[in-house]
């Protein structure tokens, strides 16, 4: 099995507690008889490319980050930002949450989401964003995983 898919399933198997938190309440709105949202699929430590995103609404083109307190670091916000970068131009949103706001205000957070699943992505076609991901995967090449170096000039 590819590495990545094998870490996936132990980051999926290891969730933090913000992000069992999230899912669980994420699983809730979907599960509803009238979900206002609109999303009905979720996808936890979805692989993108090269990356493990914290969570993907597919249909929505929307990629759900948390940041615990590793991500305050430089080295890791321009990691962060590089990523973010990569995913926009497959035709994804990002949008990132502090764990803490998942432990204090996770209804404020919810709300967020929410609104951020009803507007209309960029992208409008899935099918787009999924071709797109193929590509990058075919660039990977000989199963070995192709990482742009990290630039720390931005």
Known sequence: MNKLLEYRQSLIKNMTQ???????????LVFQ???KYRFNLIIRQAVIGWYIVD????HKHLVIELDGNQHLKHDNK?????RDDYLHSLGLDVVRYAN????EN????I???????????KVSN???????????EILKGNGKLVRPSKSYDL
Do not use: M, T
């Open 33 to 35: 008889d009238q979900c």
């Open 126 to 136: 899935f099918f787009k964003v999924k071709s797109n991901i193929k590509k990058q």
């Open 55 to 58: 969570f993907l609404l597919p």
């Open 78 to 82: 321009v990691d962060d930002i590089i």
């Open 106 to 109: 996770i209804e404020s957070v």
């Open 111 to 121: 709300s967020d989401i929410g609104l951020w699943a009803s507007l209309e992505s």
């Open 18 to 28: 913000a992000e069992q938190r999230l899912y669980e309440k994420l699983k809730e």
């Open 100 to 103: 803490q706001e998942i432990f």
